[in-house]
């Protein structure tokens, strides 16, 4: 199926969608997109990501519109992917027309845990991937460069990150130590506190 494509050549995405929704605040421009969008989305019901090799125990979508969906598990990796890619690419499971189609791109990120991941965060802005694990570790990640930039530990494995919806800079994590920690990553991590 030919994707369908907007003044400019190319699909809409959902921020410039909502750039406009702003703008005009239009109910037909809005069912308009919608429409297309689906109709763009061949398989929109059943998408199959496939970037890992063992159990998934992680997914988050990002901020300010779902751009990017991180996922991390059992293979100690954290893959994100481009939601925008994501929708408008077909794959053999879900077009059953030409099995020759490739899989999905995404991006690894190079910062691994040693052992399971169990949540992920987006930082407000999509600067930054928090990532709790078995290990007892949250890792910071750069998604620009798909480095750790700092770790911050617990005495048992972490099953729960979130970052501060006022603040990039301030997360907490909970962990099996029965601990709910508050970080700052302006300051160096001292490595269990």
């Keep these: 199926m030919a994707q369908r494509q907007w003044a400019h050549g190319k699909p ?31 398989g929109l019901y059943r ?30 990796r954290i893959v994100l992917w481009n939601m925008q890619d994501a929708l408008s690419s077909s794959d053999p499971s879900t077009n059953s027309k030409n099995k020759n189609i490739t899989k999905q791109k995404y991006v690894t990120l190079r910062g691994e845990h040693h052992s399971n991941i169990f949540s992920l965060a987006f930082d407000n802005q999509n600067k ?49 130590d029965g601990r709910v920690l508050l970080w700052d990553i302006r300051e160096p991590s001292h490595h269990g506190n």
């Design 128 to 176: 930054h991937i928090f990532s709790g694990g078995n290990d007892a570790q949250v890792l910071v990640h750069d998604i620009k460069t798909g480095e750790t930039i700092d770790v911050f530990l617990h005495e048992d494995a972490v099953f729960g990150v979130v970052v501060d919806p006022s603040n990039d800079n301030v997360f907490a994590s909970a962990g099996d």
């Design 47 to 76: 998408k199959n990501l496939t970037g890992h090799f063992g159990c998934i125990n992680a997914i988050e979508f990002s901020n300010n519109g779902g751009n990017f969906l991180a996922s991390g598990g059992d293979d100690r």
């Design 12 to 42: 809409m995405s959902y921020l410039t969608y909502y750039k406009h929704r702003q703008i005009t605040d239009n109910p037909q421009f809005t069912n308009r997109f919608l429409s297309r969008r689906f109709a763009d989305s061949e």
